[in-house]
């Protein structure tokens, strides 16, 4: 039998007040406050790669930082987030390497059904969400889940990114779109 846990990384509907996830969510939680309460960024550091699925070496995480589980989190070498930041982790979360996110920047893998009796009987889902290398996601700037962006993309300040984009690009707006598109050769 396939448990919540299992439907819930992969997509599919489940029970998000099942037992271990809620355990798994407490101890995420935990630590995450615990995180918020340090002083150094070594010992920041140190929590981060405890928390996350897997992470660079090189890696700066800001306090605040809000997350579902942690290890649905995955983040390549030179990594940069800045001060509250919001990681809801019901599906992976996969960030490429030289990436950089500035504050308040959110990144929404978990979703609720449309249907209200749906909806209120507690089972909800999610989607991934997949970014590049070299990507910088602006202040405030929200990714939902399903959205996939290229190498090299930009994120305006305060957009709402719902669908996915190719490399080399800037997008902006709610909802986002092609603001640009980037020569790699200047």
């Not at 819930?8 to 935990?30: C, F, N, P, Q, T």
């Not at 996110?101 to 059904?113: I, K, Q, R, S, Y």
């Amino acid at each position: 039998m396939i448990s919540e846990k299992d439907k819930m990384i992969a997509g599919k509907m489940y029970k998000a007040s099942d037992m271990e996830l809620v355990k798994e969510r407490v101890s995420a939680h935990s630590k995450a406050q615990e995180f918020n309460r340090v002083e150094t960024d070594q010992e920041r550091k140190k929590i981060i790669k405890e928390l996350f699925g897997s992470a660079g070496e090189n890696i700066t995480v800001e306090a605040t930082f809000r997350l579902d589980y942690g290890y649905n989190i995955h983040v390549g070498e030179d990594f940069y987030a800045n001060f509250n930041c919001v990681f809801l982790d019901v599906c992976p979360i996969t960030i490429g390497k030289n990436a950089m996110l500035g504050p308040g920047v959110n990144l929404v893998t978990g979703e609720h059904p449309l249907k209200a009796t749906e909806r209120n009987s507690g089972y909800e889902f999610g989607r991934p969400i997949t970014i590049g290398d070299n990507c910088w996601i602006g202040t405030n700037a929200t990714i939902i889940g399903g959205v996939t962006l290229g190498d090299n993309v930009v994120v305006a300040a305060g957009s709402v990114v719902t669908k996915s984009f190719s490399d080399n690009v800037i997008i902006g707006g709610v909802p986002a779109k092609i603001i640009k598109v980037i020569d790699n050769d200047c």
